[in-house]
Every structure is written in C-alpha cells, then in structure tokens.
C-alpha cells in the first residue's frame, strides 16, 4: 500500500465518502420526485437509508476485523438498491416509497413527507461533507507539519 493509500483509505474517510456518495445519490431521486409531483400516476421512489447505513455498518464491521483496522478499503457490499463495485457506488435501483397514498390523479407523492426527506438527506450530506473537509485540513497540516 503506499502512503497516498494509506492516507485516504485511513481512519473515517471511506466511511464518509461512501456517506457523501450515498446523500448525493439519493438527493438525486428525491429532487425528481419534486420534480414530478404533479405529474399524473408518476410513482415517487426512495433509497433507503436504513438499507444504506446497515450495510455501511457490516463494511466497517469487516474492515476492523482485518490485521490493520484503520487502514485498507472499505467494502461495501452490494444492497437490494444500490450495487457496488471495487467499493464504489455503480448503480443505483430506487424502490418505492412505500407511501399508500394516491391522489386523484394516481400520482403517489406527499409533498410534506418528500421535503421531510430532503430536509434530512441535506443535512446528512452537509455533516459529512463537514466532516470529510476536518479531515483533508487535518491531512494538510499534518503534510505541511506545522500547526
């Protein structure tokens, strides 16, 4: 492994790129949800979280049971919703929301619940992205070596 590896596949980076991937991604659904909402029998999806955070859990599981914990990739394994490859999101498969709410023009989407959703994946995707910044800062200082 060399030392850029060592660097970036450290610590909490991995886990929180795959956060930052995962909240883009599903910001990406969300908005055209919003961007359907009056549009008749349009069926709004959803990825979910809990789907994502279980199998970001089992990754982080597996990577500290290798000889080096804090080093290496970190495995994400495939979901009913999202596919990986060589640890990186490759595709994604929105399921429905499971809202069983239909409005007159067979359109299922609930505007309160959707900017709910929206509401909640940004403020995941800021704290991450926060987070992942601390983390580039903290790497810079450590290269340059002064504080």
């Known amino acids: 492994m060399s030392l850029i590896d060592g660097l970036v596949n450290g610590g909490a980076l991995p886990s929180l790129e795959r956060m930052a991937e995962f909240t883009e991604a599903r910001?990406?659904?969300?908005?055209?949800?919003?961007?359907n909402?009056?549009?008749?029998?349009?069926?709004?999806t959803d990825l979910d979280p809990r789907q994502f955070q279980d199998a970001l859990a089992d990754?982080?599981?597996?990577?500290?049971?290798?000889?080096?914990?804090?080093?290496?990739e970190l495995e994400m394994r495939s979901t009913r919703q999202i596919e990986y490859?060589?640890?990186?999101?490759?595709r994604i498969q929105p399921g429905a929301t499971g809202d069983n709410i239909l409005r007159h023009d067979q359109n299922n989407?609930?505007?309160?619940?959707?900017?709910?959703?929206v509401a909640e994946n940004t403020m995941t995707h800021h704290a991450a992205m926060n987070l992942l910044?601390?983390?580039?800062?903290?790497?810079?200082?450590?290269i340059r070596g002064s504080l």
């Open 27 to 35: 910001h990406n659904v969300l908005a055209h949800n919003v961007a």
């Open 37 to 44: 909402v009056d549009t008749p029998f349009f069926q709004a």
């Open 59 to 72: 990754a982080q599981r597996r990577r500290r049971d290798q000889a080096n914990p804090m080093r290496g």
């Open 85 to 90: 490859r060589g640890g990186r999101m490759a």
């Open 109 to 117: 989407t609930d505007l309160d619940r959707l900017m709910q959703n």
């Open 133 to 142: 910044q601390n983390q580039f800062q903290m790497l810079s200082t450590a």
